[in-house]
C-alpha cells in the first residue's frame, strides 16, 4: 500500500506562481511512476505530468509545456508541480497518482487551486 498526501494549493491571481507537494509514504520502494492529474467543475480527469522515478523521465499535457514543471526528491519521498504563469483555465483540483510496478494505482485527496482576479 502507498498513501500519497498532496499539500499547496490556494488561490493566486492570473501570472502568478504555486508550487504543490505530493508526499508518499507506505511501500513507496513500489513506486515505479507518479503523476499531478487535475479536474474542473464538469470536465473529466485530465493528466497533467508524470514522472518516472528511476530515471527521472517526465511527459507534460500540451496545455501545461512550458509552463509546469514536476520532479521529485528520492530522499524525501515527495515529488512537486511547480507551476508559473497560472491561468484561469488552470483552476481545478490538483490530485496526486502512484502507480507501482504491478499497475496498482494510488491517489491522494486532492487540493484546489484556483486562479482569479
Known amino acids: 500500500q502507498v498513501q500519497l498526501v498532496e499539500s499547496g494549493g490556494g488561490l493566486v491571481q492570473p501570472g502568478e506562481s504555486l508550487k504543490l507537494s505530493c508526499a508518499a509514504s507506505g511501500n513507496i520502494v513500489s513506486i515505479a511512476t507518479m503523476g499531478w492529474y487535475r479536474q474542473a467543475p464538469g470536465k473529466q480527469r485530465d493528466r497533467v505530468a508524470r514522472?518516472?522515478?528511476?530515471?527521472?523521465?517526465?511527459v507534460y499535457a500540451d496545455s501545461v509545456k512550458g509552463r509546469f514543471t514536476i520532479s521529485r526528491d528520492v530522499a524525501k519521498n515527495t515529488m512537486y508541480l511547480q507551476m508559473n504563469s497560472l491561468k484561469p483555465e488552470d483552476t481545478a483540483v490538483y490530485s496526486c497518482?502512484?502507480?507501482?510496478?504491478?499497475?496498482?494505482?494510488?491517489w491522494g485527496q486532492g487540493t484546489q487551486v484556483t486562479v482569479s482576479s
Open positions: 514522472i518516472t522515478i528511476s530515471t527521472g523521465n517526465t
Open positions: 497518482n502512484a502507480y507501482d510496478r504491478r499497475g496498482q494505482g494510488y
